[in-house]
Nanobody, 115 residues
Framework: QVHLVESGGGVVQAGGSLRLSCAAF????????MNWYRQAPGKQRELVAS???????NYADSLKERFTISRDNAKNTVYLQMNSLKPEDTGVYYC?????????WGKGTLVTVSS
């Protein structure tokens, strides 16, 4: 069984930066995707970015200029660097790891961007 531990959320002023981390513990197949989603208050959860174990990246179009996903495969950890944060980036950020046998979500970390 895999479980995920997210960290790095907090309160930041508009224009600031945060770096989120998500460490995966348990048995994960070598071919996998590590993803970040977010859910703003009153809105549906949306994909922020994903990166496969083979290095393929995918971003939400509106975020690709400010957010960067990276991962350390040896540590089974994925990161999300968020720059030039805006109040509309406020929400709970969730990590998700998927391989051919499982699809596991973290509990989320809250990001609050003040204006």
């Amino acid at each position: 069984q895999v479980h995920l531990v997210e960290s790095g959320g907090g309160v930041v002023q508009a224009g600031g930066s945060l770096r989120l981390s998500c460490a995966a513990f348990g048995s994960i197949r070598s071919n996998n995707d590590m993803n970040w989603y977010r859910q703003a208050p009153g809105k549906q959860r949306e994909l922020v970015a994903s990166k496969s174990s083979r290095g393929n990246k995918n971003y939400a179009d509106s975020l690709k200029e400010r957010f960067t996903i990276s991962r350390d495969n040896a540590k089974n950890t994925v990161y999300l660097q968020m720059n030039s944060l805006k109040p509309e980036d406020t929400g709970v950020y969730y990590c998700k790891v998927r391989d051919s046998y499982m699809n596991t979500w973290g509990k989320g970390t809250l990001v609050t961007v003040s204006s």
